[in-house]
């Protein structure tokens, strides 16, 4: 991982293009605008980046359903970094703030081709999640941290 920067977009510019990474990689093929990325939670929530030459190449971001229970959502890692643990390191970061914002559960909701990879740190199926608006199958994990 080399030559790679880890953190929160830093000005509403780069936010924007936080933003227009995470629908390109996950919204866009799909067919949904920008706009079904915000939720209640955006405003209020940790947006991490990854950036290798100033060019974003992995994100997620994590938000408190209640004062105990931290969220994961929007993790993606551009195709060509995939598999060199880049999102590995966003989700432990994720975790990191999640514990030091006195979470003791993290849940989230994976699309079902990647559970392998949340499995791998630890978290533990809970139930099929039907509420998802991309089509794509999803299920309920946590991670009690």
Request: aromatic share 12%; net charge positive.
């Amino acid at each position: 991982m080399d030559n790679i920067e880890f953190r929160t977009p830093l000005n509403f510019k780069e936010y924007k293009k936080y933003n227009a990474f995470r629908w390109k990689i996950l919204r866009k093929p799909i067919g949904k605008s920008i706009n079904s990325l915000k939720d209640d939670f955006e405003d209020s929530s940790y947006h991490l980046i990854a950036l290798k030459n100033n060019i974003i190449i992995a994100c997620g971001r994590l938000h408190f359903n209640n004062y105990k229970e931290a969220q994961i959502r929007y993790m993606a890692v551009e195709k060509n970094f995939q598999g060199k643990g880049i999102g590995r390191h966003v989700l432990n970061l994720l975790e990191a703030r999640a514990i030091k914002k006195n979470a003791v559960k993290i849940i989230l909701n994976s699309r079902d081709h990647v559970l392998n990879f949340y499995k791998k740190s630890g978290y533990k199926i809970v139930s099929k999640f039907d509420g998802s608006d991309t089509g794509i199958p999803h299920t309920t994990m946590e991670k009690k941290i």
